[in-house]
């Protein structure tokens, strides 16, 4: 799995098309990240590199419950696509340490 901007474009478009917001803020998050589910939104440490922020949308996408159909057919391949990388990656989806 590549680790650019344009990755992370398109998980964030995933996130809007489930209905959630991506936010980079600060904050003091043991796991880099914290979601505010009743209000469906997904806040991310704003101080995570590229690569970090991927991760962390991959962590958040593996523990969400969400129905496939709301996807796009686009959205959906994606969705196939960094399951498999994690899958043959398993170390992929950790998220740095907290220093």
Do not use: H
């Not at 799995?1 to 803020?25: D, I």
């Not at 949308?57 to 969400?64: K, P, S, Y």
């Not at 496939?68 to 340490?97: F, G, I, M, R, Y």
């Amino acid at each position: 799995m590549r680790f650019t901007q344009n990755t992370l474009k398109k998980m964030e478009a995933v996130f809007s098309e489930l209905g959630y917001t991506v936010r980079y803020e600060k904050g003091n998050f043991q796991s880099g990240y914290c979601l505010v589910e009743n209000r469906k939104v997904a806040v991310i440490n704003k101080f995570f590199d590229t690569e970090a922020r991927i991760n962390t949308l991959l962590d958040i996408l593996n523990t969400l419950p969400f129905d496939e159909s709301a996807l796009s057919e686009d959205s959906k391949a994606k969705v196939k696509q960094w399951k498999k990388a994690l899958d043959d990656e398993p170390t992929a989806s950790v998220t740095p340490n907290q220093s």
